[in-house]
């Protein structure tokens, strides 16, 4: 069947760096996307990888490894606002989306 | 500004009163999707539709129904709403197959209580 983990739930400090990982098994693979909701609001697009290798933004950045059917999110100087809940998603051959649970990440001061 | 609109953002209501909740979107989306959020397990896709007229199933119809007779529109209808469908729901647009540049843009969210 398809799957998609990542961990529930961790904790950072502000100004910290955190990694946050997704493993996945779909039939197919079009491509593994992150996104960032806020508690209570609508999820919204962070990143998209389709090859392998790591994309950066700004202070987060994306690496996918097709091979191992592995993706981390890394976010660098975290700041309070980066407390929400990051959602893996990766597109099967069907180009249908297959989420995680999400992980929730807490910032510390 | 390019949103996707869903009403309403809350209801509570009882079993078996049929609902509707709305969708817009204002950016010419050709696919347009409802999903479902609970708790520990992430979205789930509900129905979806790649173009007027075409819609089909996700993975958690049962109990759904959807139309897409207008490009913008893709309401959400509980013909008998009973208490497991108590849910936050997220109606999302996109322009076309998923990539970089094509990423679904997600409604504020409609969350439903069911009594």
């Known amino acids: 069947g398809q799957n998609i983990d990542q961990p529930t739930e961790m904790t950072a400090t502000e100004g910290a760096i955190v990694q946050i990982n997704c493993t996945y098994q779909?039939?197919?693979?079009?491509?593994l996307f992150w996104y960032q909701q806020h508690a209570g609001e609508a999820p919204t697009f962070l990143s998209y990888n389709v090859l392998d290798g790591l994309e950066e933004k700004g202070r987060f950045s994306s690496f996918l490894s097709r091979s191992k059917g592995y993706s981390y999110l890394l976010l660098k100087e975290l700041q309070m606002k980066d407390s929400a809940s990051y959602l893996c998603a990766a597109m099967d051959s069907n180009y249908q989306l297959i989420w995680g649970a999400g992980t929730k990440l807490i910032i510390k001061p | 500004e390019a949103q996707v609109t869903q009403n309403p953002r809350y209801l509570i209501t009882v079993t078996g009163k049929k609902l509707t909740v709305t969708c817009s979107q204002n950016?010419?989306?050709?696919?347009m999707s409802w999903y479902r959020q609970d708790p520990g397990l992430g979205l789930r896709q509900i129905y979806y539709s790649m173009n007027v007229e075409v819609t089909d199933k996700g993975d958690v119809p049962e109990g759904y129904k959807v139309s897409r007779k207008e490009k913008r529109n893709f309401p959400l209808i509980l013909e008998s709403p009973s208490p497991n469908q108590t849910s936050l729901y997220f109606c999302?647009?996109?322009?076309?197959?998923?990539?970089?540049?094509?990423?679904?843009?997600f409604g504020a969210g409609s969350r439903l209580t069911v009594l």
């Open positions: 950016m010419n989306h050709e696919y």
């Open positions: 779909t039939s197919g693979f079009n491509g």
């Open positions: 999302a647009s996109s322009g076309g197959a998923f990539s970089g540049a094509n990423v679904l843009t």
